[in-house]
């Protein structure tokens, strides 16, 4: 029945080949939104795509037809990426948005897809700077695999990792507070938690972590609470090349790191010490039993 | 007595009159319905017309009595959702009498002047000179180009549109067509944003409107539509039937001195397809990532799609 009620071509194929999934918008109503899935790929990787069957409309989108071979969510994406460009100019908001829309030749009401608080702008960066970093980092354990670079000591590599990954908000420093200030944001924190743990997990785990016990936990807050200091210390740093930051890193490795070996250390004084206890405490009670036996 | 002596005769003859009358309603215009009456289709434009030529000088004072001043709640929230940037060319069809035009020249006023602060807050050794242009330009272009488009199928209420845009002192990047939202007079991917705010439901072939708009819109441009709904609550259901059915019409027989116009619109509210359907009707057209958001338990909605 709909069918009859949309001649042009285009919005038959639309409405034929849509399939409706459950989407992740905030607003009131679960909306669900509609995925065109025809390839995984974007269009750059494959300039002569064959489209799925006869589709002749399509040619007279004009410039749109890149649009209609991908989901919409792959459009988001080549939104923000785009607008990250303007965050060093506008911030991270609507504004950024729009600007990163007109440059895709869209037009700036595009932005109105997204949020009007620029969350979604930074959770993207965020992600990409993660999936940046996880990437480099299997990089280098492969050249350890071959044998090529030495393996790093634990904390030479936690340096190495966070150093990496910190260096990634370099071009958008000034904007970044904000950027903190965003993720902070209540509806924002489940996202943006998930995305902090998952990339300290990433990194322990590059790291050789195999703990199965309660160590797993206090490494991964450990390395967490040495992130978010470094981040707040590195925001307002003046050094050049944020010297200072890396120093202040350093220190905080070294000082978990000797608070591990410490931690061993201090459990194992313990029970020397208990032993000792015992021992005299076993001497002091025979050598009372031999005295009233006297 | 003839009647009764043959009454299958009666009952045959009664059934080929009915046969009769069916085809020849087929083969007539397609019925749509007027409120709860039943017209034919071109009826039905022409008496949308009337009312609204009936009530047109009224419209404001009625819209303010009517929703209790909640309709400027509602326009001021579709607005914030559109959150138009400076150089936004805005089509409001179904406009008549401008509200949404004169917010949206406001909205975008206040942005350019933020911009512009900002810009000046940045540049920290600005010469006087610099300093002066920049007011010059913020006085030369206060919307920074940006322009609404206010259409309307009926002259009257444009009319009052126009008075009302002189006496409140708008008169830049505001343009008034005649036009039928069925088939508009402007060219492929011209607007950014296009906005029909408690229109669609007059609209005789509503599927017709929504093509158009996504003719009209750029790539990357947004449909966005304010309109009654169905209420969700039961209980305030109940009290807005109450108010609607029993209460409306006599306010405007009171205000405007029109009741029919009146029953006319409470009725078409009725009439409206639910959220969910209008959200497929405007999928159907070709929008994108369409969705919608409940104003006041659902009394209004606000429809959102793209064009992608």
């Not at chain 2, 009454?7 to 709860?36: I, N, Q």
């Not at chain 2, 008496?47 to 404001?60: H, I, R």
């Not at chain 2, 126009?162 to 991917?189: H, I, T």
């Not at chain 2, 606000?302 to 992608?308: Q, R």
């Amino acid at each position: 029945v709909r069918c009859q009620l949309c001649p042009p071509a285009r919005a038959l194929q639309a409405s034929a080949t849509l399939r409706r999934v459950s989407d992740e918008h905030k607003k009131e109503p679960a909306a669900s939104s509609s995925q065109h899935q025809f390839d995984s790929h974007p269009t750059d990787h494959q300039p002569e795509q064959e489209p799925r069957g006869p589709r002749p409309s399509y040619t007279g989108q004009g410039g749109q037809e890149s649009e209609d071979y991908e989901s919409e969510e792959q459009l988001q994406h080549r939104i923000l990426t785009a607008a990250l460009e303007f965050v060093p100019e506008h911030g991270w908001s609507a504004e950024a948005i729009a600007e990163g829309a007109k440059t895709l030749g869209l037009s700036a009401a595009a932005a109105g897809m997204f949020h009007n608080d620029g969350s979604e702008l930074v959770l993207h960066f965020v992600s990409h700077c993660n999936t940046k970093l996880s990437e480099q980092l299997e990089q280098e354990q492969k050249l350890v695999q071959l044998g090529e670079t030495e393996k790093k000591t634990t904390d030479q590599f936690l340096r190495d990792a966070l150093e990496a990954r910190l260096r990634m908000l370099i071009p958008y420093i000034e904007k970044w507070p904000q950027a903190i200030s965003i993720l902070l944001l209540p509806h924002n924190i489940p996202s943006s938690l998930s995305l902090l743990t998952s990339m300290i997990d990433d990194i322990w785990h590059y790291a050789g972590d195999r703990s199965t016990d309660f160590n797993w936990y206090t490494r991964r807050a450990v390395l967490t609470g040495i992130y978010n200091t470094t981040e707040l210390v590195m925001i307002q740093d003046t050094s050049p090349d944020f010297e200072d930051t890396w120093r202040f890193l350093e220190n905080r490795v070294a000082d978990a790191v000797n608070m591990d070996s410490t931690a061993k250390q201090v459990k194992s004084t313990g029970e020397a010490l208990v032993q000792g206890l015992m021992g005299a405490a076993v001497t002091v009670s025979t050598a009372a039993r031999a005295l009233r036996a006297e | 007595m003839a009647a009764a002596v043959c009454p299958c005769r009666a009952l045959l003859g009664g059934r080929r009159r009915l046969l009769r009358a069916f085809t020849r309603g087929l083969a007539a215009s397609k019925e749509t319905h007027f409120g709860f009456q039943v017209v034919s289709e071109e009826e039905k434009g022409e008496k949308v017309y009337q009312v609204f030529e009936n009530v047109a000088k009224k419209y404001d004072i009625m819209n303010d009595s009517m929703s209790l001043g909640m309709h400027r709640v509602w326009k001021d929230v579709l607005l914030h959702k559109m959150n138009p940037s400076p150089g936004t060319l805005l089509l409001d069809v179904a406009g008549g009498t401008g509200d949404i035009a004169f917010r949206f020249i406001n909205y975008v006023r206040s942005v350019r002047e933020r911009q512009l602060r900002q810009k000046l807050k940045h540049h920290q050794n600005l010469s006087w000179q610099e300093i002066a242009d920049s007011y010059q330009e913020e006085a030369v272009k206060p919307l920074g180009d940006s322009q609404v488009v206010v259409c309307d199928i009926n002259k009257e209420m444009l009319k009052v549109g126009r008075q009302k845009a002189q006496q409140l002192g708008y008169s830049e990047g505001l343009s008034w067509v005649v036009g039928n939202a069925e088939e508009l007079p402007f060219g492929d991917e011209k607007f950014d944003v296009y906005t029909i705010a408690f229109g669609i439901r007059n609209v005789t072939h509503i599927d017709l409107a929504l093509q158009e708009a996504y003719r009209v819109l750029k790539p990357g441009g947004r449909f966005l539509c304010l309109e009654f709904s169905q209420v969700n609550n039961p209980l305030l259901s109940r009290l807005y039937d109450l108010y609607s059915f029993q209460i409306i019409p006599v306010l405007g027989e009171i205000i405007a001195g029109d009741w029919k116009s009146y029953q006319y619109l409470v009725e078409s509210i009725r009439r409206f397809p639910p959220q969910e359907e209008f959200k497929a009707m405007i999928e159907d057209a070709g929008f994108l990532k369409v969705d919608y958001q409940n104003l006041t338990s659902g009394i209004v909605a606000i429809h959102s799609g793209f064009k992608l």
